[in-house]
T-cell receptor, first 118, second 114 residues
C-alpha cells in the first residue's frame, strides 16, 4: 500500500514567493497533521484535521500560513509570502480512526518537503 | 498542558553498547506513550508504544516501560548497531487530545560508531 505522499520533496524559492506543499494521506485514514521540523525548534505541530475539518490550528505561525483539506485524499499547506525563517522540513502525517477508547497513536509520516527560502 | 522532556543529544556510542534515552512527561490522567524513530532523510515512524501504566512496549530490540509513579518512559536497547543511528522522539497522546494528536519531545540524536 502507498504511504503518505508529499510533494515537492525539495523546493528552493525566493523570499516573497508563494509556496504550496501537497499531501496525499493514506486511504481510509481520517486524521491529517502538518508538522514543521527545524534544528532550532524541533518538531512543531502546525495544524491537524479530523474528517477534513480543521480541529486545531494554534500552531500555525501567522497569517502567512494557511492549510486546506478539500477532501479526504488531499491537503495543502500554503505560505504566502514566504520568508527565509520559513525554511524547514514540512511533514504531513495521517492516522486511522481510533478504535474505541484506545488511542492507537500511530501516525504515518510522509518523507517530508524540504523548503529553502532565500 | 501536556509536555514531554527527553535528554538532549547527540548520544554517541560504540556498536554493541547499551543505550538509554530518558523521557519524562507531564499530562493529566493516563496518557498513551510512544517512541518514534527518524532515520536520515526519512519521516518519523512508530517504534513502540504503551497505553497503560506498567505496560512494556518493545520492538526491534528496543524496550520502554510506562512508569506512572515517575512519569517516565525511558527507551533502552541492550546492544546497539550502526543501523540504529537515528533521531528518537518520545511522545504522548493525552486523554483530552482529539483523535491521534501527539505531543512530541525535542528528539535525541543517536550516533552508533563501528
Amino acid at each position: 500500500d502507498a504511504g503518505v505522499i508529499q510533494s515537492p520533496r525539495h523546493e528552493v524559492t525566493e523570499m516573497g514567493q508563494e509556496v504550496t506543499l501537497r499531501c496525499k494521506p493514506i486511504s481510509g485514514h481520517n486524521s491529517l497533521f502538518w508538522y514543521r521540523q527545524t534544528m532550532m525548534r524541533g518538531l512543531e505541530l502546525l495544524i491537524y484535521f479530523n474528517n477534513n475539518v480543521p480541529i486545531d490550528d494554534s500552531g500555525m505561525p501567522e497569517d502567512r500560513f494557511s492549510a486546506k483539506m478539500p477532501n479526504a485524499s488531499f491537503s495543502t499547506l500554503k505560505i504566502q509570502p514566504s520568508e527565509p525563517r520559513d525554511s524547514a522540513v514540512y511533514f504531513c502525517a495521517s492516522s486511522p480512526r481510533d478504535r474505541g477508547r484506545v488511542r492507537t497513536g500511530e501516525l504515518f509520516f510522509g518523507e517530508g518537503s524540504r523548503l529553502t527560502v532565500l | 498542558g501536556d509536555s514531554v522532556t527527553q535528554m538532549e543529544g547527540p548520544v554517541t556510542l560504540s556498536e554493541e553498547a547499551f543505550l538509554t534515552i530518558n523521557c519524562t512527561y507531564t499530562a493529566t490522567g493516563y496518557p498513551s506513550l510512544f517512541w518514534y524513530v527518524q532515520y536520515p532523510g526519512e519521516g518519523l515512524q512508530l517504534l513502540l508504544k504503551a497505553t497503560k501504566a506498567d505496560d512494556k512496549g518493545s520492538n526491534k530490540g528496543f524496550e520502554a516501560t510506562y512508569r506512572k509513579e515517575t512519569t517516565s518512559f525511558h527507551l533502552e536497547k541492550g546492544s546497539v548497531q550502526v543501523s540504529d543511528s537515528a533521531v528518537y522522539f518520545c511522545a504522548l497522546s493525552g486523554i483530552k487530545a482529539a483523535g491521534n494528536k501527539l505531543t512530541f519531545g525535542g528528539g535525541t540524536r543517536v550516533l552508533v560508531k563501528p
